[in-house]
């Protein structure tokens, strides 16, 4: 294994996790440093069993697809706060902005004129033959002309002023009630800190989501809400209980204050959807849905799905409801289309991008190939389509029989696979078993956008590799969480 000098956010490259004199420590952490000196290790010990005590008693589990005993885990949950300045954070905010404005403008260009392909920019086959290129959305425009209402941005930073988006999430991007929930438990467990510094809130996201929501509704509107007094009716979509974040999508939907409905709680009469209630049927404007496409509507997609609304493409169509996010927002998560958002955001904003992605082989391209089969023990290796940490070779970290099967796996479907550099993410301060040290991070932010404008909650969710040395941060492949904080 390979040792990787990181970056540290609170001591810079020379990362010291013993008593620190005010001088060692970045600024935004000198209050954090402050607390830590003073908080004995049995305190912090005191403090991690009742953060996970809080997190049983509500309930916040995920489960993990294939795990065959189906069970129900905690995601691990540090006490330790991630801490960025409002300056960084104000360069970031800029810069997200400009990547979801160009996904966008993208997606309403590759299902209508197309003039980015035409341009050479991006290849044809890429897009029109790629899995998540959704045919029926091909000449059709969703209410208010936004695909991407709710996207989350994944980022990792290798350097004071090094930013870098690792992945776009824009087709049900999830992970934001763990940022809402890992605050609340601070509140409780470490009121001292937040007294020290200046937090920006993070609590207005579910009104910011609701106002979202409601401002693409077809029958216009400001707020979401039951449907009354005129009011866009918002709901939640969820596959059901069974689903890896059906937690996320109870927990949303009651702090939107709108309804959590299965696909068998809707139905569609004369192209216009409703909802099934004990006071009959009440129409339905807004569908913020967690099912993917291949689901949601068993008359265009999977026949065989039990999840969706039949009909529901054809009210959408008529354009007598709003799905968020659009159908066909998928292929913005391809790995192998987010290797040109610099050339895409160029294309639509006639600007360079302000966040830059991390160096990409395309494997589908002879030359990158013969690099990276040359270059495996060096390099990160992702499926296009794969997320969740799953498919994924990190060749520093690989035995030899790994790589050799990888390669194997490169060379009879090489257009199935990306590369990228192993970067040394960032470290942050991480309470352990063994005190306080450090753990690599990555941070994913989430932009809103609706007809009335783009919404960004200060900070993001913040993933942890709990383990030392690791740099998967995936949830699903043992990382944790921890709140994020953006100070003045």
């Excluded at 579910?206 to 029958?219: D, F, G, N, Q």
């Excluded at 160029?346 to 494997?363: D, H, I, M, S």
């Excluded at 090489?414 to 063994?434: G, M, N, R, V, Y």
Aim: overall charge negative; some cysteine.
């Amino acid at each position: 294994m390979q040792a990787i000098t990181a970056f540290d956010e609170m001591y810079g490259l020379g990362e010291s996790y013993g008593h620190a004199r005010p001088g060692d420590v970045m600024p935004p952490y000198r209050a954090l440093q402050a607390w830590l000196d003073a908080s004995p290790p049995e305190l912090m010990s005191a403090r991690r069993r009742q953060a996970e005590l809080f997190f049983r008693r509500i309930g916040i589990t995920f489960a993990v697809y294939g795990d065959p005993d189906a069970t129900e885990r905690l995601i691990p949950f540090d006490i330790v706060p991630r801490i960025l300045a409002r300056a960084e954070w104000d360069q970031l905010e800029k810069g997200l902005k400009q990547r979801v404005g160009a996904l966008n403008a993208f997606l309403a260009d590759i299902y209508g004129a197309q003039d980015i392909l035409r341009a050479g920019i991006v290849p044809t086959e890429l897009v029109l033959q790629n899995p998540g290129y959704c045919v029926h959305m091909a000449g059709r425009k969703p209410p208010g002309g936004i695909w991407v209402h709710i996207a989350g941005i994944d980022m990792v930073r290798t350097g004071a002023d090094n930013f870098f988006v690792l992945e776009d999430n824009a087709r049900t991007p999830s992970g934001v009630s763990y940022m809402l929930e890992n605050r609340e438990v601070m509140l409780k467990l470490v009121p001292e800190l937040f007294e020290a510094v200046k937090v920006a809130p993070v609590e207005t996201y579910p009104e910011m989501l609701l106002e979202t929501l409601a401002s693409v509704s077809p029958r216009g509107g400001r707020r979401g809400g039951s449907g009354g007094g005129g009011q866009p009716n918002c709901v939640l979509l969820t596959p059901g209980q069974y689903n890896s974040a059906f937690y996320e999508h109870s927990f949303l939907a009651d702090k939107l204050g709108i309804e959590l409905v299965e696909g068998s709680d809707l139905f569609v009469r004369d192209d216009i959807v409703y909802m099934r209630t004990t006071q009959g049927p009440e129409r339905v404007d807004v569908i913020y849905r967690r099912i993917d496409d291949a689901f949601i509507d068993p008359l265009v997609f999977n026949p065989q799905s039990a999840l969706g609304v039949p009909g529901l493409m054809a009210a959408y169509h008529a354009g007598n409801v709003t799905l968020a996010n659009a159908v066909g927002t998928g292929i913005a998560d391809d790995k192998a289309i987010y290797s040109y958002m610099p050339e895409i955001i160029k294309f639509y904003t006639g600007e360079e991008a302000l966040l830059q992605n991390v160096p990409t082989w395309r494997c589908r391209e002879p030359e990158s190939l013969g690099y990276v089969l040359d270059h495996l023990p060096e390099l990160v290796v992702k499926e296009v389509d794969g997320s969740g940490g799953y498919g994924m070779l990190v060749g520093p970290h690989a035995p030899k029989a790994t790589i050799a099967a990888f390669a194997a796996k490169l060379k009879a479907a090489p257009e199935k696979f990306i590369a990228q550099p192993t970067l040394a993410l960032s470290t942050c301060p991480t309470a352990t078993d063994a005190g306080v040290s450090a753990r690599h991070v990555d941070l994913r932010p989430f932009v809103l956008t609706g007809s009335d404008g783009v919404r960004i909650v200060p900070g993001g969710l913040t993933r942890v590799a709990m383990t030392q040395g690791s740099l998967v941060v995936n949830s699903s492949q043992g990382g944790g969480t921890k709140d994020t904080w953006i100070i003045d």
